[in-house]
């Protein structure tokens, strides 16, 4: 097949000691990245090709090398060429969760895996030796993505104003949500940790697109698995993997929530921010990017939002501003 850009060969041909090969387009992401299946007589590989003008690879480089040494089960870089954008990856096939659901593997299976991992993950030190240790997850942070949502979402792709008025009332819904989810311990957070980015590989679970990690609010990662934008559980099964999730987090983390209240509590309030935050960017990927298809996942998306702040009489002035504007 064609290559993407011309300078690949010549990548390829050095990482490979000049072995004969293939290379195959595999699916991409929200990204301007791409992915490639490079196969040689007796391997695979994954050619991740991130124009440098585009993309910046250098902290997928530098988190993966911190991650791997403490057992998170990340791909290993086999070659680099950051000035040119390449990445030569071990490959973890194409079974992402969302397809392994599809086939059949027992959801349960699936999801302790994805708690473990997620527990191995938050359990890494903070100590200052990986490019996300010196992001972290503030109001300011924060408050960007729950702009996301008014600006893209009911802005854009609702097309529909909204006045100063009701802008001061988001801002001070938005204020007392982020207060409390900012009290939260903080951990090293994936951002997207879902079952599209977590592959299913050879029984055990492969963790991809982590370059944008932060250290943030400890239930956010979780929010992101059990309330994910493209596959939709119970509530009998959210409360299951959160407990299994809780109870590796007392002892793993030394977690220690005022009760099971306050952990509900902290992580449904975090899960309506991320939601929000994954609404407006749907609604970016679309109007900016011409990527319709995740429009899509704004009625499961958004169906979480009503679901948690009805159960929440102080956040009521959000819910009805999202019936005003996002009816």
């Not at 929000?276 to 970016?284: P, Q, S, T, V």
């Amino acid at each position: 097949m064609t290559l993407a850009r011309e300078s690949m060969p010549s990548f390829l041909t050095t990482a490979l000691a000049g072995s004969p090969y293939s290379v195959n387009k595999v699916a991409g992401d929200a990204s301007f990245r791409s992915y490639y299946r490079v196969t040689t007589t007796d391997a695979r590989y994954i050619l991740m090709d991130a124009p440098p003008d585009k993309e910046d690879s250098a902290p997928f480089l530098d988190i993966a090398r911190f991650l791997h040494p403490h057992g998170v089960p990340v791909p290993r870089i086999l070659q680099a060429d950051l000035q040119q954008g390449y990445l030569l990856l071990e490959d973890f096939g194409d079974t992402t969760f969302l397809l392994a659901l599809e086939q059949g593997v027992p959801a349960r299976q699936l999801y302790q895996a994805a708690v473990e991992t997620l527990l191995t993950l938050q359990a890494t030190p903070l100590d200052g030796s990986c490019i996300a240790h010196g992001r972290p997850f503030d109001y300011a942070m924060l408050r960007r993505e729950l702009a996301l949502f008014t600006d893209w979402y009911i802005e854009q792709i609702r097309a529909t104003p909204i006045s100063d008025q009701d802008r001061q009332r988001f801002d001070a819904v938005f204020d007392r949500l982020l207060g409390e989810i900012l009290q939260q311990p903080t951990v090293l957070v994936h951002r997207d940790y879902h079952s599209r980015n977590l592959m299913w590989h050879e029984d055990t679970v492969g963790l991809l697109d982590f370059q944008d990690a932060v250290v943030g609010p400890i239930t956010y990662d979780l929010a992101s698995l059990l309330r994910d934008c493209y596959v939709a559980w119970d509530a009998p099964f959210r409360a299951e993997i959160s407990a299994l999730w809780l109870q590796g987090a007392r002892q793993r983390l030394n977690y220690a929530p005022d009760g099971a209240a306050r952990f509900q509590r902290d992580f449904d309030w975090m899960a309506i921010q991320r939601n929000l935050k994954a609404i407006g960017i749907f609604g970016r990927l679309s109007r900016r990017d011409g990527k319709h298809g995740y429009l899509n996942d704004i009625p499961r998306t958004m169906g979480y939002v009503r679901e948690t702040l009805a159960r929440y009489p102080e956040l009521y002035p959000l819910a009805t501003l999202i019936d005003q504007y996002a009816p």
